[in-house]
Every structure is written in C-alpha cells, then in structure tokens.
C-alpha cells in the first residue's frame, strides 16, 4: 500500500490471480464441462476490459476541473438512460424526457446532499469520489426507474378501459 492508501499490484501479484483463473479452466475440462474456450475468451475479455477501465479511471480521476467532471456524469446518465431504455418493451410518450429528468433531478439531488452533508471533501467535483459515488446511485436508480416504467405501462394497459372512462 502506497501512502495515499491505493494497493499497487505487480506483474507477480497480476500471474497468481490469473493463475486461478487458468485453474479453474483446467478444471473444467478436467470435469469434461465443455466450456473451456469460452471461459479462456472470457477471462481475456476481461483482463483487456480491465486494463482499460483501469486507465480510464487514471485519466478521470486526474482531472481538475468541474466541467470534464460534470460531462462525465452527463455521459453515464446518459448511458442510464439507454439501458432502461432497453429493458422497456413499449415506452410512453416523451420516454426519454420523463426518465432524464427524473434521473437528473433524483440522483443530482441525491449525489449533491450525499457528497456536500455526509462526505465533505473539497474540492466538491473531485473525481475520486463524486464519480463513483454518482454511479453507485445511478446504478441503483436504473432498475428502480426500469420496475416502475415496466409496472407503470403495465398498468396503464390492463386498466385501459378505467383511464378513458376517467377522462
């Protein structure tokens, strides 16, 4: 552990813990499991996948300015949006708009008591935690937000009849 408390890992630490990855490969075809080649790809996948959202995160998290920061929060909920997007078979009208907003205002508002009451740390954009924090929250946010657009249509079509009845 370095003195800002980060664990620096070597290229010995990085063979063991792939080690037990080619382990559990010879495993598998010791047992006959037939799943070897998609396990060795996917363990690939994974170490390039790592590799670069480990120096993603180096890039991110050294920036020093608030507006890179804000656009990266913009991003992920942007993705957030696609991926509930995606799990909604039929959407309402203005989808997108209602989820957007509803996102920004819940998990802004959420983030910013968070980070500015409980966490302190200044400077308030600083990406080492503002992002995280931000995607834990929005993480949670999107299968909420996915459950109750799915329920909402749902609903909306089983009781039809009642709504323009109502109106």
Excluded at 8 to 24: E, P, Q, R
Excluded at 120 to 138: F, K, N, Q, T, V
Aim: charged letters at 15%; aromatic letters at 8%.
């Amino acid at each position: 552990m370095d003195n800002q408390g980060l664990v620096n890992l070597g290229i010995l630490d990085l063979v063991v813990a792939y080690s037990l990855v080619l382990l559990a490969i010879g495993l598998a075809k010791l047992k006959r499991i037939g799943q070897e080649g998609q396990m060795l790809w996917a363990s690939l996948r994974m170490v390039f996948q790592l590799l670069a959202v480990g120096y993603l995160l180096h890039f991110i998290f050294a920036v020093q300015h608030p507006l890179p920061v804000l656009a990266i929060l913009l991003v992920m909920g942007g993705f957030s949006m696609q991926v509930i997007g995606a799990r909604i078979k039929r959407k309402m009208p203005r989808f997108y708009q209602v989820v957007g907003t509803a996102l920004l205002i819940g998990c802004g508002g959420v983030t910013f008591v968070f980070c500015s009451l409980v966490v302190h740390y200044s400077p308030w954009y600083d990406p080492r935690y503002l992002i995280p924090l931000a995607g834990m929250i929005i993480g949670n946010s999107m299968n909420g937000a996915s459950l109750a657009a799915e329920r909402l249509g749902a609903e909306m079509r089983e009781r039809r009849e009642e709504i323009e009845t109502a109106l």
